[in-house]
């Protein structure tokens, strides 16, 4: 029997166990000597011969579940009927689903949602193309697109394999945002043929959220997307990681006392996410930044012909023309960026940085780093996980970039309305909250979509990408178009 990797992993045994007296003790015994933590138990049928209880284990990985599972499968009188993973409970039957709105209980409310009622709303459309936005989904509803070949820390699983995973982002965008999100996965790696698939299927969504496509495919995609769509398009591996860690940047410098413009920043993992926090940086302020992958430091004016986002970086970045690997480059830094993997980073590395060391260790599930070890040697310290201070979760991000794109009718998503983000974010945690141990606000901080999403529409309607009328926003979300479908432009 395979478990699937996670921590605090919860397996729920249905036992069939015979009624002989204390027999249970023996379950209890053999379960805690194989190293698991009995959380509930519940009966489920009780008969003559037998009772079946269902007992809620805690292990702390795979193996341990294994092993738990065997030692209570030897003990006479016990059968393992199954062996259930509470993770798999949750995703049985996908995690989300398409509700109606307005109930169908009669023939007039038949004809009114469907023939012959939904003629003049497509008729209405037909004259007036910007009404499908006050007379349809699209008003409120992204595409989450990839083809699985970056899944979390997963790598190239497939589309099917990344399912799971994208509709646990439409979750997300609808409980934090009151976003609708529909997931598409896509059986092709071409770029050309995604964004083909992309561009026919645009017409039924505000906004297209790129997902886990491997790098450097995902600058090209996202690219041609932004060039040939008016609805915004966003790469959350790239800018939802850019922006959190630009917002957690933000504060630590305050507490450090330094400014922006003066830090020397080193980014570790020039992938997806490493580079976009290049570009935020460099938008942001920052001039020294020196990135760092496998191959070494991205030396200055060098050319990269397998990946045009390197040349780029390679042309804005490392200013002093520094050569060589992450020790070369971190003498005197003052910040330390990693998205790369676990063991990057060292002690010796830290004691080479600049005063008051500031750290985003943001390998996930281990880091660059291990915090403990790390902590004594760094002013600022934030990881890419929930259980340490500071986490870098894009879930910061991309629910109120998205709630402010769509409610002001975006055509895309700018550097400006990035930085805004960045800046809302930050904004949250207050001059008397911040410290060493929080400088991010919380991902379940009900203030972060709002702020993020009111300065994404400010800002753009401060660049001219806004197209919906100032006074047709409303801050909840809701709109006052009335019911002749008039679309508020």
Not at 96 to 107: A, D, F, L, Q
Not at 196 to 204: F, H, T, Y
Not at 313 to 321: C, D, M, S, V, Y
Not at 342 to 364: S, Y
């Amino acid at each position: 029997m395979a478990f699937e990797r996670a921590g605090g992993i919860r397996l729920i045994l249905r036992l069939e166990i015979k009624n002989t007296h204390s027999i249970f003790g023996y379950v209890a015994t053999a379960i805690g000597a194989a190293g698991g933590d009995i959380m509930a138990v519940d009966l489920i049928q009780a008969g003559k011969e037998s009772v079946v209880r269902d007992v809620t284990v805690g292990v702390d990985s795979p193996d341990q579940g294994e092993r738990v599972v065997a030692a209570v499968s030897a003990l006479p009188g016990v059968r393992v009927i199954n062996v259930s993973d509470r993770v798999f409970l949750a995703h049985l039957g996908g995690k989300i689903e398409v509700t109606p709105k307005i109930p169908v209980k009669n023939r007039d409310d038949l004809s009114m949602v469907y023939t012959p009622g939904v003629a003049r709303v497509c008729q209405a459309i037909h004259q007036d193309p910007a009404k499908v936005f006050s007379l349809t989904m699209k008003r409120n509803t992204v595409a989450v697109v990839t083809d699985g070949t970056a899944v979390l820390g997963l790598g190239d699983i497939g589309p099917a394999a990344a399912l799971p995973v994208m509709e646990g982002k439409a979750m997300l965008f609808k409980q934090f945002a009151n976003v609708d999100a529909v997931p598409i996965c896509l059986d092709t790696k071409d770029p050309d043929e995604i964004v083909q698939i992309v561009k026919r299927l645009a017409p039924g969504f505000g906004g297209i959220n790129l997902e886990d496509i491997s790098s450097p495919r995902c600058f090209y995609i996202e690219e041609r997307l932004k060039e040939e769509l008016d609805i915004p398009v966003f790469h959350d591996d790239q800018h939802g990681t850019a922006v959190v860690v630009l917002a957690g940047l933000l504060n630590a410098v305050k507490l450090v006392g330094k400014r922006l413009e003066d830090l020397k920043v080193v980014v570790v993992g020039i992938g997806a996410a490493g580079s976009a926090v290049i570009r935020l940086l460099l938008e942001a302020g920052v001039q020294n930044v020196i990135g760092v992958d496998r191959m070494g430091i991205i030396e200055r004016g060098k050319e990269y012909p397998q990946n045009p986002m390197w040349t780029w970086i390679a042309q804005h970045t490392n200013p002093e023309g520094i050569t060589g690997n992450l020790a070369d480059a971190i003498d005197g830094a003052d910040v330390f960026v990693g998205v790369s993997g676990p063991g990057v980073l060292n002690v010796g590395h830290l004691r080479r940085m600049a005063k008051d060391p500031i750290v985003f260790a943001m390998a996930n599930p281990e880091p660059e780093i291990e915090p403990e070890v790390a902590a004594p040697h760094v002013r600022v310290l934030a990881t890419g996980r929930s259980d340490y201070p500071n986490q870098v979760n894009n879930l910061l991000c991309f629910p109120g970039i998205f709630r402010g794109a769509l409610d002001c009718r975006a055509r895309t998503i700018n550097e400006e309305m990035k930085l805004a983000a960045a800046r809302a974010i930050a904004g949250v945690v207050s001059d008397a909250e911040l410290s060493e141990e929080y400088i991010i606000p919380s991902v379940f901080n009900r203030r972060v979509v709002d702020a993020v999403s009111q300065a994404v529409i400010e800002a753009a309607y401060a660049t001219g990408v806004a197209r919906r009328e100032r006074r047709d926003v409303v801050r909840d979300g809701r709109y006052p178009e009335a019911v002749s479908g008039r679309s508020g432009d």
